[in-house]
DNA sequence: TTTAATTACGTAAGCACTTACGTAAATATA
DNA sequence: TATATTTACGTAAGTGCTTACGTAATTAAA
């Protein structure tokens, strides 16, 4: 059992396994000893008959959370040594109503001496232990519930990535990139118009020198992302062309570029930044939503697909 | 998920495999993200030979606390998958050494970043928990090291067995009982004597109207065990015919007579308790033992069968 | 009222493990 | 040195669950 310590806490779910397992066969070694004619995996469906008298075979397997299917395997075999009987429902068609047979309450009082022991011997043995198993158990149980073990995953797989998303500043070399990334996602949904051409093809002259940004997102050596912040004057600066690589979604580029900008239009003294977009763009609409953005109405936009306008006052 | 909530914590092996099924669920999903070509049942082995190189199938099921069959059936199908090469031990010709090929080892480094993302999510779900599962497992693997759930259960039905056991006084209605459980044992070792004839049949006159005392086991509404307190001196009891029902063995019936008897004594001013017996019954031997009796070398015994001679001194 | 969707259930097939058995090689024992 | 036992491994068969599919009955929707 060498692998369950070197692989450490990543193998919760092995090791909870194997423990359970333990737990099993020592079940089935009770068994053994009461002389109980039963199957150890029988016991579920049993002691839930020997509760509720009458039940059809989905209320059984959702009770002992496992399929119908086994539940129905189950019950033939429980029929053959005739420890229930199994009768159609009167009302509807469908269902088998399933009970136990006198034989098989017979045999749930010789159980009830097992488990009296077994409840007790589990008992004393949780009522032992200095880290409370069935509380933590319950506790496990709530947490992944509230979010499961899945989610926590991709959670820190997300956090890993953006880590090694660097945000670079412009430089000439990347005005390639700054148009791609942009004419990408603009065919995808709209039609470049030429205003759209203007700033892609020169960026230098139309933002940079103007006193506006252009940021870069790079991943694994690869540019996967840009932003700008153009200067509409010294109070005011937009937030535009944010392009980022369908190849390297959810790795919250979007949400670097924009962190970014906002940024640096703080540290040159702005006082609010605007954009422009199109209620389609969806994702968009929510991030820049996520960033403090809010709805405004401001003067008509040269371009033909916007019909939001939003603000962030800083 | 009724069926849980019924059965407490009689049920903590299945809540702790639903537990660890949830888990696994999980982390089956967790695979198909990161599409690294590896079945998730794979892991254990794949991450043992990642760790260690050159292992043989003996070691790696061992070290995964699987069989060596389902390991040989696990290389085969990553064999065909080309994720590992397997080749013939050089000394040993029974043994196959495996270790991971060229893809085995690219697959190894995609797995890399999963593994990290799996381990730090499970860890932060344990380090979120005020109830700590890890150490809550720790223990109870140790706990159940100790004294498994099966020797738990044992002794809690021998607990609940032995409440049962009523020990009461002689009356004449229970003479043919008291005769009846020592022959049985006799007979089964030995041969009846006349001594004990005489005993057996009339023990008012020869062991209650001189001072003695018997006590009877009663359980189920039947007699299953007897022992006798015969009077010796003002100082000195015998004790004597002990015998209980091999139909009731198991719950420590000698144990409560030899005590009654003892107690008794004890109450009646005696010094020490005598009682002789022989060899070939261990389990008396042991009880006696048990009960604090040594071994003394006193008078000669009016018994054959009798071969060593046992005291407590009150 | 006809049609579609849902529900209850059984059966078949598959999966991942197990135990049982067989073979070959290595090691212990006489 | 011959023989018995142990060890390493593969293969077959079994087990207990699952998913997938089919059927019949019920309920909802058009």
Redesign the pocket.
């Known amino acids: 059992m060498d692998f369950y310590q070197m692989a450490g806490k990543m193998a919760v779910g092995s090791r909870l396994r194997k423990l359970s397992d333990t737990l099993t066969e020592n079940a089935a070694k009770v068994y053994d000893v009461y002389q109980v004619d039963l199957?150890p995996?029988w016991f579920p469906v049993f002691y839930t008959l020997a509760k509720t008298e009458g039940l059809?075979?989905?209320?059984i397997a959702q009770s002992i959370g496992?399929?119908?299917?086994?539940?129905?395997?189950?019950?033939?075999k429980m029929k053959k040594k005739g420890l229930i009987t199994?009768v159609k429902?009167q009302?509807?068609?469908?269902?088998?109503?399933v009970e136990l047979s006198a034989r098989g309450k017979e045999v749930s009082e010789k159980l009830e001496h097992q488990m009296i022991d077994v409840k007790s011997a589990s008992e004393e043995l949780l009522a032992e232990m200095q880290y409370d198993m069935w509380k933590s158990i319950e506790e496990m149980e709530f947490l992944l519930e509230q979010r499961s073990l899945f989610d926590r995953v991709m959670a820190k797989r997300k956090e890993r990535e953006v880590q090694k998303v660097k945000i670079i500043d412009y430089t000439d070399q990347y005005q390639k990139d700054f148009k791609q990334l942009n004419v990408e996602w603009i065919e995808a949904y709209f039609k470049v118009e030429k205003t759209d051409l203007l700033y892609l093809d020169d960026p230098k002259s139309y933002i940079i020198d103007k006193g506006g940004h252009i940021f870069f997102a790079e991943y694994g050596g690869k540019i996967v992302g840009t932003c700008a912040l153009a200067k509409m004057d010294d109070e005011t600066f937009e937030l535009a062309k944010m392009g980022v690589s369908p190849k390297a979604q959810g790795k919250s580029i979007g949400w670097l570029l924009g962190l970014a900008c906002i940024d640096k239009a703080k540290a040159l003294g702005a006082k609010r930044i605007f954009l422009e977009s199109n209620t389609r763009l969806v994702p968009a609409i929510n991030l820049y939503h996520k960033l403090g953005f809010q709805k405004v109405t401001g003067p008509p936009s040269p371009y033909e697909r916007a019909n939001i306008q939003m603000e962030l006052v800083l």
Do not use: L, Y
């Open positions: 199957e995996r059809g075979v989905m209320e496992q399929s119908h299917a086994s539940v129905s395997q189950i019950i033939q199994e429902d009302t509807d068609g469908r269902k088998s109503v």
